[in-house]
């Protein structure tokens, strides 16, 4: 089945940098690559989302990209804020499964 | 629309007591999940639903058993509930392939 890895577990920037999160995952058929962004006691919610007939994805400061060959895939985010600081998930699933598998999530803290 | 509706919020549960954490969703979605998330970690896929009448297993299925027997409703069953079943629960749907709505999840605490 779909296992997806993802790292770092934990990232530090200071507040204007940029921070990067990595994901692989292990099925060649998964389509659709989500991340989701979890305050504190929240419910995670979708950021930003690409699928795979596209390379790379932008919404203002955040921007995703894929590489289909390699099976990984990475959110950016520019211009960091305080605002920014949470956990963020990403996720894959595969064509014709709808097995929604997420990655083990990345603590990042913008310091201020 | 309400979205994902989870209840309930807040539940303590002694070892061996069993209960049902309830779900459902107002946007008519096929697709319906139940996820675990234990402190500090991530988001296991326990069961989920792609229609009402079938289920199948997650990553994490051991000690719980789900129903779908309309559109809206994906009830998570717990039976002879365990200290390792501490956690928080998330109910997601989706249409086809797209954004998981999640409801605002249930912590559940097994002494």
């Known amino acids: 089945g779909e296992n997806v890895e993802q790292h770092p577990s934990t990232l530090s920037v200071q507040e204007g940098d940029s921070a990067v999160i990595k994901c692989t995952y292990s099925?060649?058929?998964?389509?659709?690559f989500p991340w989701y962004k979890q305050e504190l006691g929240k419910r995670p919610q979708l950021i930003i989302d690409i699928r795979s007939n596209v390379g790379e994805k932008k919404d203002q400061r955040i921007a995703v990209t894929l590489n289909k060959t390699a099976k990984h895939f990475s959110l950016h985010i520019t211009e960091t804020q305080p605002e920014d600081s949470a956990v963020y998930f990403c996720?894959?699933?595969?064509?014709?499964?709808?097995?929604?598998?997420f990655g083990t999530g990345t603590r990042l803290k913008v310091l201020a | 629309n309400a979205g994902v509706t989870q209840t309930p919020k807040f539940r303590i549960l002694k070892i061996g007591q069993s209960m049902t954490l309830q779900c459902t969703q107002d946007m008519n979605h096929n697709y319906m999940y139940w996820y675990r998330q234990d402190p500090g970690m991530g988001l296991k896929l326990i069961y989920y639903?792609?229609?009402?009448?079938?289920?199948d297993k997650g990553e994490v299925p051991n000690g719980y058993n789900v129903s779908r027997s309309t559109t809206e409703d994906f009830p998570l069953r717990l039976e002879l509930a365990a200290p390792s079943q501490t956690s928080v629960y998330f109910c997601a749907s989706t249409s086809l392939g797209g954004e998981l709505f999640f409801g605002e999840g249930s912590r559940l605490t097994v002494l």
């Open positions: 099925d060649s058929a998964s389509n659709y």
């Open positions: 996720a894959a699933t595969g064509s014709g499964t709808y097995k929604y598998i």
């Open positions: 639903s792609v229609g009402a009448g079938i289920t």
